[in-house]
């Protein structure tokens, strides 16, 4: 029995993965959705997707809210479009929906299947020649538009990298700092819970313990670890 799925993807946990969800179940209610939070425009890395792509067989839908949920990588994008395709995996975009696969399997159903035989050499060769060129000109357009789509997602992506570098050079051009203060420490639980580990049992701080064996104590690598014991120090001082 045929299956359907639904592949959501965000960038970020802050972002709101819903609409995808509604979007799809809304056209596929009996969609299986699989979630997905993954930065990067590579399909390397994508531990749900690959999940997915190992369990979808022939005669499987896989439903995306919109081609960049696939990919936003032209390449790889038309690469695993591609490989689905020859799988006989139906892929459908809701969004942009003359590329689904079911519109470039039609158009290899239109291709001209005809030889033409007359006797004559050469009128056969030609008109034999016209057709090849009209079917390669017919799957050539087909693909573009798979192409065309996936790198448009591509050029969001690049576009939003170039307007975020021209903020960042304009705020830094207008005197505003960008980034973390320097000199300032990053407080975290981990580090609190650290340094009163290290305030317990160092020797440096009325402990037992000499930096080696309050290292292995704390579990802290050798840079973290003499990193927490300054800043510890600097905090005792004021």
């Keep these: 029995m045929c299956k359907t799925y639904g592949y959501c993807r965000i960038s970020r946990k802050t972002?709101?993965?819903d609409r995808q969800v509604r979007n799809?179940?809304?056209?596929?209610?009996?969609?299986?959705?699989?979630?997905?939070?993954?930065?990067?425009t590579k399909l390397q890395g994508r531990k749900t997707l690959d999940?997915?792509?190992?369990?979808?067989?022939?005669?499987?839908?896989?439903?995306?809210?919109?081609?960049?949920?696939?990919?936003?990588n032209a390449y790889e994008g038309?690469?695993?479009?591609?490989?689905?395709?020859?799988?006989?995996?139906?892929?459908?975009?809701?969004?942009?929906?003359?590329?689904?696969?079911?519109?470039?399997?039609?158009?290899l159903s239109k291709q001209i299947d005809i030889s033409i035989n007359t006797g004559d050499n050469a009128t056969d060769n030609l008109m034999n020649t016209i057709i090849d060129a009209l079917n390669k000109f017919q799957m050539d357009l087909a693909k573009k538009q798979i192409e065309l789509a996936f790198g448009q997602a591509q050029?969001?992506?690049d576009d939003?990298?170039?307007?975020?570098?021209?903020?960042?050079?304009?705020?830094?051009?207008?005197?505003?700092?960008?980034?973390?203060?320097?000199?300032?420490?990053l407080t975290t639980k981990k580090s609190k819970e650290k340094k009163i580990e290290i305030q317990k049992h160092s020797i440096d701080f009325g402990g037992t313990l000499n930096d080696v064996d309050c290292m292995k104590l704390t579990g802290l690598?050798?840079?973290?670890?003499?990193?927490?014991?300054?800043e510890l120090k600097s905090e005792l001082q004021e």
């Design 15 to 17: 972002q709101n993965i």
């Design 24 to 40: 799809i179940l809304a056209a596929y209610p009996e969609a299986k959705i699989y979630k997905e939070v993954f930065t990067g």
């Design 51 to 72: 999940t997915l792509l190992k369990q979808v067989r022939k005669g499987d839908t896989i439903v995306y809210d919109s081609v960049s949920r696939m990919s936003r």
């Design 78 to 107: 038309c690469q695993l479009y591609e490989e689905l395709f020859n799988k006989g995996v139906e892929l459908v975009f809701i969004k942009e929906n003359h590329i689904n696969t079911s519109v470039y399997r039609e158009a």
């Design 155 to 157: 050029k969001e992506v």
């Design 160 to 185: 939003l990298h170039k307007r975020t570098s021209e903020g960042i050079e304009t705020a830094r051009l207008n005197g505003k700092h960008i980034g973390g203060v320097p000199g300032k420490k």
């Design 221 to 230: 690598s050798r840079n973290t670890y003499y990193k927490y014991k300054r």
